[in-house]
C-alpha cells in the first residue's frame, strides 16, 4: 500500500536533529533506519526537511532513472547556496547536461593518467614540508596537497607564483573561519547571519575570480588547444556561454573537487597508518601492478565514503519505498546507510584484500549514480594511486591516538580530529 505525505521519523526540534547529525552521522542515520525503516525524515535547521533513502529500489528511481524527476542541482544549492547554478554540481536540465558534456573529456581517465608522474611529484613536494616525529592532523595538509594538484594538473596553471597565489585565495575563499564548509555556510537568504557570511564569501571569491579571468586570459592569448586541459576547454566554450558562467563553472568545480578528493585521501592514509601490513604490501608492489594500492582506496571509499549523501529534489511525485512524495521534497541517498555501515558486523573495518578475492561488499556509490554521478571519480582514482604510495614511501605514517570518530562537515563525511598520524621520515628526498 502506497502512503501519502512524508514518511515518520524523529521527532525532536531541527536544531537537536541537526547537531545530532553532525556530531555522528552513522549513528544518527543507522538509528533511524532502524526504528523507522528504510526510509524516513529528517528535519534539519538550516537544510529544513529532507527524507532519507537507503531502500535498494528507490536508488534506482532516484539515481539511475531520468534526472528530470529528481533534480540534483537545486538539492545540492538548498545544501550549499554558494553553489554556482550554472556549474555541473549546481546546475539541472540543458544547462547541466552542457556543462557535463564541456568537462567530460578532460576529466576522462585515459586523459588524466598522463599526469600520474607529475601529480606524485606535486605529493613530494607537499610531504617533504609535513612535520615529523610529532603529531598533526591529516586533512589540512592533503586538502592543501589535493587543491595544488588540480590548480596544477587539472586546471594547468604551472607557473608557479601564480598556481601558489591562486591556491592561496582559494584555500582563503573556502576554508576561512566564516566559510569553514559546514560550520558555516553562506547563505544570502539565511537571516543576518547567513547575510554575513555571504558577503565575506563574495569578497573572498572575488579574488578567486580575478585569477580565474586572468588565467582564462593568458590560455587565449596563447590560442589553447580545446579538450587539451579544463581551462584550454572552457576558453574554447567561452566563446558561447562568456567568461562569467566559465568563472562559475571553475568555482563550482573546484567546489566539487577539492574537499571530497581531500577528505577521501586523508580517510586512505589514515586506514592505512592502521595498517601497516597493508602498507607494505603497497611499497612491494611499486614499479609493478598497483593492486593493492587500488583495492585499498576502494575499500576506503566504501568503509570511509567522503560525501554523505547524493541529494535530489522531485519535480514531480515519486513513490518511494512505499511512500508517494511530493514534487519539490527533498530526497537524500544516504551513502554510508546504502553501504550498510554499522548496520552489519564489520561492515566498517578496512579489509582491501577482500576486493581482490571476489568477495568485494555488494552495493558501492562513493560517488553517487546515474547521469548525475560524480565527474571527478577517474580523477579520484588516477591521483589517490599516485599520491598514496608516493606519502608512503617517504614518511612512515602512525596513527595517533584512538580511532577517529566520523563527523559530518557540510556533506564530508570527516575525522573528528582530521586524522591525527605521527609521520617519520623513511626515505631521503
Ligand atoms: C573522493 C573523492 C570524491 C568523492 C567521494 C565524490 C563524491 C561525489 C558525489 C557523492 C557526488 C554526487 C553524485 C550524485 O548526486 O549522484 C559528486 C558529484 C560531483 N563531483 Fe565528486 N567526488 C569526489 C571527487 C571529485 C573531484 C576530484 C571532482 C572534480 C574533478 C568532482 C566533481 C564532481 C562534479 C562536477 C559532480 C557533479 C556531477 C553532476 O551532477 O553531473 N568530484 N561527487
Redesign the pocket.
Known amino acids: 500500500m502506497t502512503r501519502r505525505g512524508l514518511p515518520p521519523g524523529p521527532s525532536a526540534p531541527p536544531i537537536v536533529q541537526a547537531l545530532r547529525l553532525s556530531r555522528d552521522p552513522l549513528g544518527t542515520l543507522v538509528e533511524a533506519r532502524e526504528r523507522y525503516g528504510d526510509v524516513f525524515t529528517l528535519r534539519l535547521s538550516r537544510v529544513g526537511t529532507a527524507v532519507v533513502v537507503a531502500a535498494p529500489d528507490a536508488l534506482d528511481v532516484l ?1 539511475q532513472g531520468d534526472p528530470q524527476i529528481a533534480h ?2 537545486a538539492a ?1 544549492r538548498r545544501l550549499l547556496p554558494v553553489l554556482p547554478p550554472g ?3 549546481g546546475a539541472d536540465a540543458a544547462a ?1 547536461r552542457a ?2 558534456a564541456r ?1 567530460l573529456p578532460v ?1 576522462a581517465q585515459s586523459h588524466l593518467e598522463a599526469s600520474s608522474a607529475d601529480i606524485a611529484d606535486v605529493a613530494r613536494e607537499h610531504v617533504a614540508r609535513w612535520p615529523l616525529g610529532r603529531p598533526f592532523a591529516l586533512l589540512p595538509r592533503v586538502r592543501a596537497l589535493a587543491l595544488a594538484v ?1 590548480v596544477r594538473e ?1 586546471l594547468a596553471v604551472r607557473e608557479r607564483h601564480r598556481a601558489a597565489a591562486l591556491e592561496r585565495v582559494v584555500l582563503r575563499m573556502m576554508w576561512s573561519p566564516l566559510v569553514a564548509p559546514g560550520v558555516w555556510v553562506p547563505d544570502p537568504h539565511g537571516g543576518p547571519i547567513g547575510r554575513l557570511e555571504w558577503s565575506v564569501f563574495r569578497a573572498l571569491r572575488r579574488r578567486v575570480d580575478r585569477l580565474l579571468r586572468e588565467e582564462l586570459q593568458r590560455r587565449r592569448a596563447r590560442s589553447a588547444v580545446a579538450g587539451a586541459d579544463i581551462l584550454a576547454t572552457l576558453v574554447d566554450a567561452g566563446g558561447e556561454v562568456g567568461d562569467e558562467v566559465v568563472v562559475d563553472e571553475l568555482v ?2 573546484l567546489i ?3 574537499e ?2 581531500g ?3 586523508t580517510w586512505m592514509l589514515e586506514r592505512l597508518a592502521r595498517h601497516p601490513a597493508v602498507v607494505d604490501r603497497i611499497l612491494d608492489e611499486r614499479g609493478g601492478e598497483d593492486r593493492m594500492t587500488r583495492a585499498a582506496i576502494l575499500e576506503t ?1 566504501h568503509t570511509r ?3 554523505v ?4 529534489e522531485l519535480t514531480t511525485s515519486v513513490e518511494v519505498g512505499g511512500h508517494e512524495l511530493a514534487p519539490g521534497t527533498s530526497v537524500i ?1 544516504a ?1 554510508p546507510l546504502v553501504h550498510g555501515l554499522l548496520s552489519t558486523p564489520g561492515a566498517q573495518s578496512f579489509r582491501p584484500q577482500r576486493w581482490l578475492t571476489g568477495e568485494a561488499p555488494g552495493r558501492s ?13 577517474a ?2 582514482i588516477v ?1 589517490a594511486r599516485a599520491v598514496v604510495p608516493t606519502v608512503l614511501a617517504r614518511v612512515l605514517l602512525a596513527a595517533a591516538g584512538a580511532p577517529e570518530r566520523v563527523a559530518l562537515r557540510g556533506t564530508a563525511l570527516v575525522p573528528h580530529r582530521g586524522g591525527r598520524v605521527v609521520a617519520t621520515q623513511r626515505a631521503a628526498p
Do not use: K, M
Request: with cysteine; net charge positive; charged share 15%.
Open positions: 539515481l540534483a542541482g545540492r556549474s555541473a554540481l547541466h556543462a557535463r568537462l576529466l588540480f587539472v563550482g568545480l566539487a573537487a577539492v571530497p578528493i577528505v577521501g585521501l571509499l565514503p567522503a560525501i549523501d547524493a541529494a535530489r541517498v551513502i556509490l562513493p560517488f553517487g549514480g546515474g547521469e548525475r554521478a560524480c565527474l571527478g571519480a580523477l579520484t591521483e
